[in-house]
Every structure is written in C-alpha cells, then in structure tokens.
C-alpha cells in the first residue's frame, strides 16, 4: 500500500502498520517523541484501519466534526515541521493518510475530545516538505496547475523553480476540506465551494477557513476557533 510517498505494510494479526519506504523519518518530523502514534518508533504505528483521504470520502461521509478533527490534526503536524524547519508547499488529498482507530482513542491534538470520532489524520508526502527561510520555500518540482485545490500563487506561477510562502498549504488544505463536503454529501454536490464555505457561516469552521483561503499568501492564516 502506498499513501503520499510512504510505503506500508498492514499488520493485520496485531493491528500494527509499518513504515517501509525510507521516509520513516517523517513521523518525527510530524509529532513530539511522546505522541501516541510514535508508541513503536518512528517505523511503526497502531491502527484499526488505514486508506488515502481520497478513498477515505468514496464511503464516508465527510462530517464537520471530521473536519475539525483533520484541521486540529493538521494544525499540530504543521506547528511541529515549522519548529523543525519544515513546511509543506501544498497538499493533495492522497497526501493525507485517515487512521481509524475504534479501541484506543487517538490524543495528541487541539481537536481531541474524549467521545469524537476514532479518526485522525496523518500528512503523508516527505516529497512536499522544504525547508523554510524567511517564511518561504524554495519550490523546484513540478505540479498540475489545473488542480482546483491548489492556491492561487501556484497556478497563476509560470516558471520552475519559484518560491511560495509557507502558508500556501493552508489554501489546499481548506480546499481539501471543502472538496470532501461536495463529494460526500449529496446536497452539496452542484455547490459551489463558495456556497459550500457559506453554508457554515454560523459556525467556527467558516472563520478558519475563511482565514485560510485568503488570496494573499502574506496576510493568509491557519487559525483555530
């Protein structure tokens, strides 16, 4: 099974999924040393279930508090590479690996409450990391500019290698959210995701969001309320 750029092997008889791609290395970049998902090292990690976010929505639907619960997960994982050094230049949907755990509840982020849902969220692409110098990266791979989930400063970009700023993932990772609402539930399905943002207006999703989707990479934030 590949997810992002990390190859895994399932474990079925003890729950246990390995890391066995040489990007092992990701998961202390992602977490502190006493996060639950660091439990087996940096190589392995407990789950009941694993798959892309992307195969994730085929058969779920996407809730709100399962948004909370991806915006918490990622807010944690992306303070954490910034304190290393690191950023993310975008993110995809196959770049998020969902862990479903129903025994052990997963802790360790500003969206866990006791009786949520047994889903977290795990950034899963080594390849989209750069390191960041004066709050932007250095982007040298190439991208499908067609991709409506990217920010507007990579597809209004037009060379090879630029830089963008660190919050450029911030964009896509609302888009991302955004997406999963129209692809999983019905009534969203010919909304736009102006009108699917507008929906949430009443709630604190809408204003993380909002902050999010800035056009302005420089005044963008990643808030939550």
């Known amino acids: 099974m590949i997810i992002g750029s990390l190859e895994l092997e399932y474990q079925a008889s003890h729950n246990i999924v390995k890391i066995t791609s040489n990007e092992h290395s990701l998961l202390q970049l992602l977490f502190p040393n006493n996060h639950p998902l660091l439990l087996f090292g940096s190589h392995s990690f407990y789950a009941?279930?694993?798959?892309?976010l992307?195969?994730?929505?085929q058969s779920n639907r996407f809730s709100i508090?399962?948004?909370?619960?991806?915006?918490g997960t990622m807010y944690t994982q992306i303070q954490h590479l910034e304190n290393n050094g690191y950023a993310i230049s975008y993110i995809e949907l196959h770049d998020i690996m969902v862990i479903e755990n129903k025994r052990t509840h997963v802790v360790g982020d500003r969206s866990s409450e006791p009786h949520s849902t047994g889903l977290t969220f795990l950034f899963s692409n080594y390849n989209k990391l750069y390191e960041v110098k004066?709050?932007?990266l250095f982007i040298t791979d190439f991208y499908n500019r067609n991709d409506p989930i990217l920010?507007?400063?990579?597809?209004?970009?037009?060379t090879i290698p630029f830089y963008c700023h660190k919050s450029s993932s911030y964009y896509s990772l609302a888009q991302i959210i955004l997406y999963c609402f129209k692809q999983s539930i019905p009534r969203f399905s010919s909304y736009s995701f102006t009108d699917i943002l507008n929906y949430y207006k009443d709630t604190?999703?809408?204003?993380?969001?909002?902050?999010?989707?800035?056009?302005?990479p420089y005044k963008r934030e990643f808030v939550l309320f």
Not at 54 to 57: G, R, V
Not at 151 to 158: R, S
Request: glycine residues 0%.
């Open 48 to 52: 009941d279930k694993v798959s892309s």
């Open 204 to 216: 604190k999703l809408y204003f993380t969001l909002k902050y999010c989707l800035n056009d302005d």
């Open 134 to 136: 004066n709050s932007r």
């Open 54 to 57: 992307s195969d994730f929505i």
């Open 65 to 71: 508090l399962m948004a909370a619960k991806l915006l």
């Open 151 to 158: 920010p507007p400063e990579f597809i209004n970009n037009e």
